[in-house]
T-cell receptor, first 113, second 115 residues
Framework: AQSVTQLGSHVSVSEGALVLLRCNYSSSVPPYLFWYVQYPNQGLQLLLKYTTGATLVKGINGFEAEFKKSETSFHLTKPSAHMSDAAEYFCAVRKANDYKLSFGAGTTVTVRA | NAGVTQTPKFQVLKTGQSMTLQCAQDMNHNSMYWYRQDPGMGLRLIYYSASEGTTDKGEVPNGYNVSRLNKREFSLRLESAAPSQTSVYFC??????????????FGNGTRLTVT
């Protein structure tokens, strides 16, 4: 199975500070990569998805992710955190010839006023 | 546009009881999925259906069965519920083209407690 690792189960940031969530995948061939967000008691919403050939992908709500093939990473950032960014974030990967989407364990973000 | 609809939203079962979780999508997607979410473990794939008429096991299929009733509907059945199946269950759908990075669209989940 495709493996995806999210470093840090909890991240706490101050409002206005940088948000950095780390995701690494285990594959010699870059898979399809996604970031999802889950607000309390809701389903998962797509934040952004990797586009072949891009190194920086922009998503909704001011988030973006940088793809680094040499580091097999797809880290998520937002320059300035807002209280509404408090949620759980999931990195997910899918091989190009596979229907199955595999998720990381998730990172919970709390934003301090 | 409702997207992916799951019923029920909440359910409490006693050990050994059976139930079926229902899922329907109105986006004309070919692929449908069932995941379970447990704290600290992310989402784990139970079963999926790449297209109408096909189903395949995911990472954690034991204790579950599925039925792809038609293109819109994909149900998950617990024949004899166990406390280990206490979880939040998510249905998802996707117009997955294997050559494209099509995302999954999720329902709002069913919170199941088995006592």
């Amino acid at each position: 199975a495709q493996s995806v690792t999210q470093l840090g189960s909890h991240v706490s940031v101050s409002e206005g500070a940088l948000v950095l969530l780390r995701c690494n995948y285990s594959s010699s061939v870059p898979p399809y990569l996604f970031w999802y967000v889950q607000y309390p008691n809701q389903g998962l919403q797509l934040l952004l998805k990797y586009t072949t050939g891009a190194t920086l992908v922009k998503g909704i709500n001011g988030f973006e992710a940088e793809f680094k093939k040499s580091e097999t990473s797809f880290h998520l950032t937002k320059p300035s955190a807002h209280m509404s960014d408090a949620a759980e974030y999931f990195c997910a990967v899918r091989k190009a010839n596979d229907y199955k989407l595999s998720f990381g364990a998730g990172t919970t973000v709390t934003v301090r006023a | 546009n409702a997207g992916v609809t799951q019923t029920p939203k909440f359910q409490v079962l006693k050990t050994g009881q059976s139930m079926t979780l229902q899922c329907a999508q109105d986006m004309n997607h070919n692929s449908m999925y069932w995941y379970r979410q447990d704290p600290g473990m992310g989402l784990r794939l139970i079963y999926y259906s790449a297209s109408e008429g096909t189903t395949d096991k995911g990472e954690v299929p034991n204790g579950y069965n599925v039925s792809r009733l038609n293109k819109r509907e994909f149900s998950l059945r617990l024949e004899s519920a166990a406390p280990s199946q206490t979880s939040v269950y998510f249905c998802a759908s996707s117009e997955v083209e294997l050559a494209e990075n099509s995302p999954l669209h999720f329902g709002n989940g069913t919170r199941l407690t088995v006592t």
